[in-house]
């Protein structure tokens, strides 16, 4: 049922984030974005934009549409980020950025280009030596692996103190939405991770010459408070986890259900780095994240006023039919599949995005060296996430112990 609100947008009154819309989220983008480009959620008391123009102005009009009052749906998560670049504006968001930014840019990532590539060698050798053996292999492990090997030193973390780091990355996710069932189970291991990026900040426990120990130098010298350091050191972690397992999981999955594009891929390696923005446009990496109407506004002739939330789709912009032909079918050969908004856009674009493009495509491109087919073996059991899209086949990281993935 929809009606309209004083602004003269039309009302969703279902539960975006229900366990039914969570598990098969993209009919239920499919009947917002029929209502209208901007649709208010009833009963999370914002306003969803659905399309793909809309989510993008918005993204870039970072003055209008702010985020230092939390990028959440929930008031508590929106209070513990923080000192986060997620949760910041303006100077105060560049001057954060920029303490560690430069260890993503473009030539810090090339010197770290042949290393990844060796590691995704030896993981997929690995993977394919197991299945030799087994017959198949655990998806859920091979697209954890990279992740696992590179973001931890790369930010600095203890090594013998990470056995909670994925638990917690879905975390930090997970209670980014409102509050429901989900984000309560999520809240413990959530500041059970700010609670141990304190301790590591308290300390100095990283590893030397890491992400870490720069943003800790920073705090020393007064450029920063240690709990702003703690939250620095956060926010890199989770993101660089957690999104980039979900895209290598599904390129897994998309793989495995396009027999096709994985032929296609194979015949041409130089479609490897629109392969990966395909499975990001097709299987966004993060569901929604919200911003606040600073002043008041108009979006699509629809008035917003100053105070009123705003919940930025990604997942749905990149499946907008006004915006993208077929947007339903997975092609790596897509001609626009780069403009996609999965990893953000503008002042608060994902500043680990290339670091998560290097990760994926190193998979892809060791997979593409050893592995003819890749073929499931039973359906695949998905994590369930307020943040990051889980439909089929959504973006979503297999738990331990579900149907493998077999490559043949």
Known sequence: MSTTTRTGAPVFRGNLYSPAAIADPYPVYARLRALGPVVRLARHRAYA???????????????????GTGVGLNPLANRFSRG?????????????????????TPRALKSMTENVEVAADRIVADAVARAATRGTVDGAELARALPLQVVPDLVGWPEDEREHLLTWAAATFNVLGPVNGTSVRSAAASL??????????RTGNVLPGS?????????????????????LMIDYLAPSLDTTISAISSALYLFAQHPDQWDALRADRTLIPNAVNEVV?????????????ATDTAIAGTRLRSGDRVVVLYASANRDERAWERPDTFDITRHDAARHIGFGHGTHGCAGQGLARLETGAILGALADRVTRIRLTGPPVWGRNNARPSSSPAGRTPRAGSPTRRCS
Request: with cysteine; net charge positive.
């Open 49 to 67: 934009l659905t399309g793909y123009d809309e989510c993008k102005q918005t993204l870039l009009d970072a003055g209008t549409f702010v985020s």
């Open 84 to 104: 986060t670049t997620l949760n910041s504006d303006g100077q105060d968001h560049a001057d954060r950025r920029k303490l560690v930014a430069h260890r993503l």
């Open 192 to 201: 059970g991770m700010l609670r141990f990026a304190q301790r590591i900040a």
């Open 211 to 231: 992400m870490g120990a720069e943003v800790l130098a920073a705090a020393h010298a007064g450029r920063l408070t240690l709990g702003d350091a703690s939250a």
């Open 281 to 293: 446009r097709f299987e966004s990496p993060l569901r929604a994240f919200s911003r606040l109407v």
